[in-house]
């Protein structure tokens, strides 16, 4: 049964620039989020996709968006890169919309210069 | 603000005692509750979750909910150096209808001597 995957693992960029970050959700789960965990502290909501659709978004700006593809897998990107957009993006999916359980991928270490 | 709070820890336990790790949080329409392990460099890893009121079990692990206190708390039985990692209490808080974001405290790091 595979788990959440992500990619890139690692990812470094300059200040300015763009970012996606990749994430396919567990076996039979559709619905996926996004954390942001910056170092020493714990996971932050970026947004929340199921069926296509951003549902919930979490406080951070517009800088962040996504996608959701018919196949349930899921990107991010961030635009116009910051220093303090430094951290480990997380993937969790769900089995269902509404399921309170999300599961963890492995993460995507991105360092912005 | 609605806040998740833990200890930061260090924990230092001996190998074989009971780790007592704690969590309170603000809103007090919580329903949902949920402990992560997180080794250090990798992701969180879902280890228990309680939706009422009570203890709930599983193996060594033990979560306890008291919404009136808004606290909850995971005993770790027979603690082993295995268990030396962080963590992180979430919540998924009363923000309207349809919210299933988690709340994440910032982690407690629990460290067993061998």
């Known amino acids: 049964d595979a788990g959440v995957t992500q990619s890139p693992t690692h990812l470094i960029k300059t200040r300015g620039q763009q970012v996606t970050l990749r994430c396919s959700p567990k076996?039979?789960?559709?619905?996926v989020s996004w954390y942001q965990q910056a170092l020493g502290q714990g996971p932050q909501f970026i947004f929340q996709?199921?069926?296509?659709?951003?549902?919930q978004r979490g406080n951070f700006p517009d800088r962040f968006s996504g996608h959701q593809f018919p196949n349930y897998s899921s990107e991010l990107n961030v635009n116009a890169l910051l220093l303090g957009d430094s951290a480990l993006y997380l993937c969790a999916s769900s089995l269902v919309y509404g399921a309170k359980e999300q599961y963890f991928g492995p993460g995507t270490r991105l360092t912005v210069t | 603000q609605k806040e998740v709070e833990q200890n930061s820890g260090p924990l230092s336990v001996p190998e074989g005692a009971i780790a007592s790790l704690n969590c309170t949080y603000s809103?007090?329409?919580?329903?949902?509750f949920f402990w992560y392990r997180q080794y250090s460099g990798k992701s969180p890893e879902l280890i228990m979750f309680i939706y009422s009121n009570g203890d709930k079990e599983d193996g060594r692990f033990t979560a306890q909910l008291n919404k009136a206190s808004q606290y909850v708390s995971l005993l770790i039985r027979d603690s082993q150096p295995s268990d030396s990692a962080t963590y992180l209490c979430a919540v998924i808080l009363l923000s309207g209808a349809g919210s299933y974001q988690l709340t994440f405290g910032k982690g407690t790091k629990l460290s067993v001597i061998p």
């Open positions: 809103d007090r329409g919580s329903q949902s």
């Open positions: 076996s039979g789960h559709d619905t």
């Open positions: 996709y199921y069926e296509e659709e951003e549902r």
